[in-house]
């Protein structure tokens, strides 16, 4: 049957995946097996976790079962996490199983261990099996062996047949590699540090700006948030304001505008009345005299105030258009200004930052898209209302007192503070309305994290579940806006009640002042018109009262991370830079414990010499301890005691930078980024490389050839994902 024709949900349910960088979701390790399948018991995942010998590690674990393996399974080591990720594959029993290069991350005994698990479970279900290897050791014996060149099937067979064909590509292969593991086999005597800790393993995997690596897996207590190296960090509205100080010559041209504008609306109430009483007054003259005259006055001062009205609507038209454009310039300037401020201040922080539960890629991306825009609210069409509502209470007060009735200006005045409670109802409901943000956080994390890993969602057939999971972590925002809406109703209708309450009032009020003569219909509408349009613009007011809530919350967030002083500053360009460096490598007494995981000690009393030119290799079985050296030596983490020596120096009494450029590193889960191939081998690099460095470093990592191929060449964009992963490993470390 046309795979096209199947239901895909069913479809994908009977295949089972494991992939050369396994995805896991930041949940219990528990809940990641039993994503293979629905309605999966917990005998159900413990038996394939046998299988694939994850079990004993998991045992070995504080929670076991229901240890938090973190974002995207970082407190796990590689080894560790493809195991979790055949035994999720493994638990949904599937009648196809596809293992792309699903054995690479294990170590030699876990690889044979889990490699016969695999094959005793094909011998007895007699599923149908994908492998995809480099490794021939690894398909040596299935059943067919196809050998794929160029996007065509050259050969296939089982492996006694391939080996016999003249100049056959599996014949070379074959014979490459055996070749190799002889030499290796050889090398290994002399040249092979075993390592047989048997502490817990660590965190170390997050990334320097050039490469990721296979991290310890010290499992992280992701409840623990330590707060103790963050300052306590102020932030005013003067402080946004000054951030926006080197635009203060358009704040000036914004704050003239602002004040036109806050003086059109009164000054439109001068007109308004004054071309009412005339209409008025003239239409009662005529109705007395039936003189034409009058009726020609009337026309005559109509178009007056009609021409007046329409030079005063040029004049708004300028003064709006010049109030917009210098206040958005100075929010988008500001907004740019404090996005870079806050992107800089996350690329110093430490590695262990990062560590933490709360320092989410999620969060931290969302946060860096909003921070900045928010503060940028007090500072731009914000700080224009504001100015403008100050000069239209001003121009109010003056037109009223001056050229109205102080009696009923004094009466709306006494009014103003119910007007005032009303409008600071409706401010407040907005400011707290905006916490929702803040509640929205984790299902931002969790739609991040669905959308990262959509392949691995999509095999596994997760669409409704985490569908399901997003509508609960909804539940709370939605039961919030809904108590909301409720105070916003009222919050609402009492402002509107207290405005048109005092509209009455003054309309009661004045009609009682002109029929006891104590002012005139002129003075009353005078007064009428700019009282209203003041009252109006403290309803704008309120609208920055709850901007500046968020603002002042968004920038203080911002100043915090800026002034933290992170125990490795990657910014510091103090620190020795050594003229020549040999490569001599030395751990002296060193021990060591994760931030996040304080109780348990990763290595304890740790001594060992690399000496220049050497070629060491760590061995041993997976989340034994073999990286933890390496973020040592890249200064991802310090010691608690010891010391690190290059050179016989302390890795701390070196420029940090300078440390890391004399470091290449290439992890087993290699990170490319969106960029051209040639960008992403120039990564890290202090001088721009030229094109034939590049294509000489590309040569040596046996890359240049697929490269070639493309197209575009070095020229090609690379989508990381849709790179294959050796590939993507021969880039990864070219730049180092």
């Given amino acids: 049957r046309n795979v096209k024709t199947l239901n895909v949900k069913w479809l994908r349910s009977q295949i089972g995946l494991v992939s050369q960088e396994p995805v896991l979701f930041a949940t219990t390790i528990f809940e990641n097996i039993a994503a293979g399948g629905n309605g999966i018991s917990r005998d159900q995942v413990v038996a394939a976790a046998k299988l694939a010998n994850a079990h004993n590690f998991i045992m070995t674990l504080p929670e076991q079962y229901d240890t938090l393996v973190g974002e995207k399974g970082v407190s796990l080591s590689g080894g560790q996490k493809q195991r979790v990720a055949i035994a999720r594959a493994i638990v949904r029993e599937p ?53 794929v060149n160029a996007g065509h099937v050259v050969e296939e067979g089982n492996h006694d047949q391939l080996v016999v064909i003249e100049d056959g590509i599996y014949r070379k292969l074959y014979t490459i590699q055996e070749e190799k593991a002889q030499e290796e086999a050889e090398a290994a005597t002399t040249s092979v540090e075993t390592n047989d800790e048997d502490s817990q393993p660590g965190l170390a995997r997050r990334l320097s700006s050039r490469s990721a690596f296979e ?19 102020k932030f005013t509205i003067f402080d946004a304001i000054a951030f926006s100080r080197p635009e203060r010559k358009t704040f000036i041209v914004g704050i003239i505008a602002s004040g036109i504008m806050g003086c059109a609306l009164p000054l439109s109430a001068v007109l ?19 003189e034409e005259a009058t009726l020609d006055d009337l026309k005559h001062d109509v178009m007056v105030y009609g021409l007046c009205y329409i030079a005063g609507a040029i004049v708004v038209f300028v003064s709006t258009f010049v109030q917009n454009f210098a206040f958005k310039y100075m929010a988008e300037k500001l907004t740019s200004r404090l996005r870079n401020i806050h992107f800089t201040a996350l690329c110093r922080q430490n590695i262990g930052f990062f560590d933490e539960k709360k320092n989410a890629t999620g969060a931290l991306t969302a946060d860096l898209s909003t921070s900045a825009t928010k503060v940028a609210l007090i500072s731009g069409d914000s700080q224009g209302r504001v100015v403008q509502v100050i000069f239209t209470f ?4 003056v037109v009223s007192f001056a050229f109205g009735s102080w009696l009923l200006t004094l009466v709306m005045l006494a009014v103003f503070p119910f007007l005032i409670m009303g409008q600071a109802a409706r401010g407040k409901h907005m400011k707290t309305a905006g916490g929702l943000s803040d509640e929205l956080s984790d299902v931002g994390a969790q739609a991040s994290e669905a959308l990262s890993n959509i392949r691995t969602v999509a095999s596994l057939g997760l669409e409704k579940s985490l569908t399901g999971k997003l509508s609960d972590l909804l ?50 509408m005078r007064t009428l018109m700019a009282i209203m349009m003041s009252a109006q613009g403290i309803g704008m007011a309120s609208t920055f009262v709850a901007d500046s809530d968020h ?11 800026h002034d933290r002083e992170p125990p490795i500053d990657s910014f510091d360009e103090k620190g020795l830079r050594p003229a020549l460096l040999e490569g001599t490598i030395e751990f002296k007494n060193v021990s060591f414990r994760y931030p996040t995981r304080p109780e348990i000690t990763v290595l304890k009393n740790y001594n060992l010499t690399i000496e220049a030119g050497q070629t060491v290799a760590f061995c041993g079985p997976s989340g034994g301890g073999k990286s933890t050296g390496v973020s040592l030596i890249e200064r991802f983490y310090d010691p608690i005691e010891g010391q690190v020596l290059l050179d016989g120096v302390d890795t701390k009494e070196l420029n940090l930078n300078w440390l890391r450029s004399q470091i290449g590193l290439v992890g087993q889960e290699p990170t490319l980024f969106i960029g051209t191939i ?13 094109q034939q460095e590049i294509e000489e ?35 990864s470390g070219l730049g180092e």
Wanted: proline share 2%; charged share 25%.
């Fill in 697 to 731: 470093a590309a040569k040596m990592a046996n890359a240049h050839g697929f490269i070639t191929k493309f197209p575009d060449g070095y020229d090609t964009q690379v989508e990381p994902k849709h790179l294959a992963a050796g590939r993507s490993h021969k880039c």
């Fill in 678 to 690: 040639a960008e992403n081998i120039a990564y890290g690099l202090t001088e721009k490389p030229t």
């Fill in 394 to 397: 001003a121009a109010a007060l």
């Fill in 272 to 290: 308004i009345s004054e071309l009412v009483a005339v209409m008025t007054t003239k239409y009662t003259e005529y109705q007395n005299s039936h």
């Fill in 551 to 561: 603002a002042l919350k968004a920038g203080k967030s911002i100043v915090a991370l």
């Fill in 215 to 233: 991290g310890e897996a010290c499992l992280k207590n992701f409840e623990m948030e330590s707060h103790a190296d963050e300052p306590t960090s």
């Fill in 95 to 147: 009648k196809i199983l596809v293992l792309d290069e699903a054995t690479s991350a294990l170590d030699a005994e876990s690889e044979r261990v889990v490699q016969a698990a695999l094959n005793d479970l094909m011998d007895k279900t007699r599923m149908t099996t994908l492998v995809i290897a480099h490794r021939l050791s690894t398909i040596r014996k299935a059943d067919k062996i196809v050998v």
């Fill in 475 to 524: 539940e709370e925002p939605l039961a919030r806006g809904r108590r909301e809406a409720h105070v916003n109703g009222l919050a609402l209708g009492f402002g509107s009640f207290v405005l048109f309450a005092a509209y009455a009032l003054a309309f009661w009020y004045g009609g009682k002042l002109v029929d006891d003569g104590d002012i005139s219909f002129k003075e009353l």
